[in-house]
């Protein structure tokens, strides 16, 4: 094996604490030392990690030699600089920055110090999402039309810094990123259009609630919506939701560990006589059952994903067997949609995009 990647982490709080916990199983990876401004989180190292309090000092530390950069977002783009000027390879988290303008800045330094740069999009390996991705890919429904990312919770609101605007707090900047970079990997086409609404339905601070629609040039209308406060008494308190619907079929998953299915016709309903179903709604023609044997059903695609492959294809790079799979190319054009979004939502207007 070639030689291990000795990783330091700077911010070890919840997400730090997380990277320290993965890379214990990665066989290629040693955690060398952590850095947080509060001592307190270092009761959560483990014996024989090194601490520091000061970033500078972590990146003065010769083992290491990439650093996880999981401070606030607030302090991402001094992190990044600090670090690639340090001469080290950099793992930021998500959102890389604060504007498309700070990504830019990320990408000269990183290019000029020729230090390896990517972010942590681990839900690119989100196994509802490759369901989802599969179906794209393998053209499991057909011409795609509309591709619905839903995620409601209740529970799931603004908590510590998340809750300041200028520390990059808010729901677009946390689950948002992540919603929005799964459809521009998933769609690899154009974005014509982009139109949202942006809320703060509870929190006065930042936004909780967000409905997005992403018109891509081959065709696509891609919708995502989340929301914080969609109260719901069920013993699971929050909900995922994918709908994918093609002209060969329709696809449905729900949860992280997903359930559905996909659902075709066995003939395509043509220009025929109207027969009048009544239902709770009144009578319908339209929207009454589907003739005996037209629904068919099909198990959803199988596949085996996990998030340690983020940083499998990490390891693969660096040994030269792999391309990144997150480049910052692409996190800039995610920083510049949402970018987009906020315009588009101030204004209630949409933006053309590309
Ligand atoms: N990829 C994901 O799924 C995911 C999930 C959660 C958070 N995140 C991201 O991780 C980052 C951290 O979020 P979190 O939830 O872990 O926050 P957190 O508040 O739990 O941890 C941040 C830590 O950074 C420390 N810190 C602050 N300023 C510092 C400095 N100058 N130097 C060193 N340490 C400093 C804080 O003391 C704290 O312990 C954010 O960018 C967030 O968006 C990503």
């Not at 600089?81 to 988290?93: G, N, Q, R």
């Not at 057909?142 to 998340?162: A, E, R, V």
């Not at 914080?228 to 002209?247: A, I, P």
Request: hydrophobic share 40%.
């Amino acid at each position: 094996m070639a030689k291990k990647i000795n990783f330091g982490i700077i911010g070890f709080g919840f997400m730090g604490q997380t990277h320290a916990e993965t890379i214990k199983n990665l066989e290629y990876a040693e955690l060398k030392a952590v850095c947080d401004t509060n001592e307190a989180q270092f009761e959560y190292a483990s014996a024989g990690v090194k601490t520091y309090v000061s970033a500078d000092d972590l990146l003065a530390d010769e083992t290491i030699d990439t650093v996880i950069i999981a401070v606030p977002n607030l302090l991402h783009l001094e992190m990044v600089v600090k670090a690639a000027k340090a001469k080290k390879d950099i793992i930021c988290e998500k959102p890389l920055a604060m504007s498309s303008e700070e990504v830019k800045e990320m990408m000269a330094v990183t290019k000029e110090e020729d230090v390896r740069f990517t972010v942590h999009h681990q839900r690119r390996w989100d196994h509802d999402y490759r369901v989802a991705k599969e179906i794209y890919d393998q053209g499991l429904v057909g011409n795609i039309y509309t591709i619905k990312s839903s995620l409601y919770g209740f529970n799931g609101n603004m908590h510590d810094w998340h809750i300041y605007p200028e520390l990059g707090g808010g729901m677009l900047y946390d689950w948002g990123v992540h919603l929005i970079d799964q459809m521009l990997w998933m769609i690899p086409a154009k974005l014509q259009t982009v139109y949202a609404d942006v809320r703060n339905v509870i929190n006065e601070n930042v936004d909780d609630y967000f409905n997005i629609q992403l018109y891509f040039e081959n065709g696509v209308n891609a919708q995502i919506e989340l929301g914080t406060y969609f109260l719901n008494s069920s013993e699971n308190w929050f909900e995922r939701h994918w709908f994918v619907g093609g002209d060969k079929g329709s696809a449905k998953i729900d949860g992280f560990n997903p359930k559905g299915e996909i659902t075709r016709t066995s003939e395509l309903l043509g220009n025929v006589p109207g027969k009048i179903t009544m239902t709770h709604a009144g009578p319908t023609r339209s929207f009454g059952p589907a003739p005996e044997g037209r629904i068919l059903t099909e198990e959803l695609p199988e596949v085996e994903v996990s998030h340690r492959m983020f940083f499998d294809n990490y390891y693969a790079h660096i040994t030269g067997k792999e391309e990144l799979t997150i480049q910052p190319g692409q996190i800039l054009r995610l920083m510049q949609v949402v970018e987009a979004i906020r315009i588009s939502a101030k204004y209630h207007q949409s933006i053309h995009f590309e």
